[in-house]
C-alpha cells in the first residue's frame, strides 16, 4: 500500500493553467500511475495514466490539453493542466492503475470559474 498525497489544485478563470503534484510514500518505479477526479454527482474517472515506461494515455475530453509525467527518485507523479475549462471542476486524486492501492489520498480541489 501507499500513502498519496495530492497537491497544487486551486480556483482558476477558464483558460488558464494549473500543475497538480502527487506524492507518494513507497516507490512508484514499477507501477502504472494514474490521475483520477471525480466531480459533484459522478463517478470517479481515469483523466491520464503514465506507465513505468514514461507512455502515456488520456481521456478524450483532455487530451491535448493535460500532460501527466513522473519522476520515479522522487516518487511523484504530477499533471500539467492546460486550457482549463469550468467542465474540469472536479476533485483530483492519483493512485496506480487498478488494482488500485486501497488509501486515496484526500484528493486536491480544482474549480475553473470567471
Known amino acids: 500500500q501507499a500513502q498519496l498525497v495530492e497537491s497544487g489544485g486551486g480556483l482558476v478563470q477558464p483558460g488558464g493553467s494549473l500543475k497538480l503534484s502527487c506524492s507518494a510514500s513507497r516507490r512508484i518505479l514499477f507501477y502504472a500511475m494514474g490521475w483520477y477526479r471525480q466531480a459533484p454527482g459522478k463517478e470517479r474517472e481515469l483523466v491520464a495514466s503514465?506507465?513505468?515506461?514514461?507512455?502515456?494515455d488520456y481521456a478524450d475530453s483532455v487530451k491535448g490539453r493535460f500532460s501527466i509525467s513522473r519522476d520515479n527518485s522522487k516518487n511523484m507523479v504530477y499533471l500539467q493542466m492546460n486550457s482549463l475549462k469550468p467542465e474540469d471542476t472536479a476533485v483530483y486524486y492519483c493512485?496506480?492503475?487498478?488494482?488500485?492501492?486501497?488509501?486515496w489520498g484526500q484528493g486536491t480541489q480544482v474549480t475553473v470559474s470567471s
Open positions: 503514465i506507465t513505468n515506461g514514461h507512455s502515456t
Open positions: 493512485n496506480r492503475l487498478a488494482p488500485y492501492w486501497s488509501s
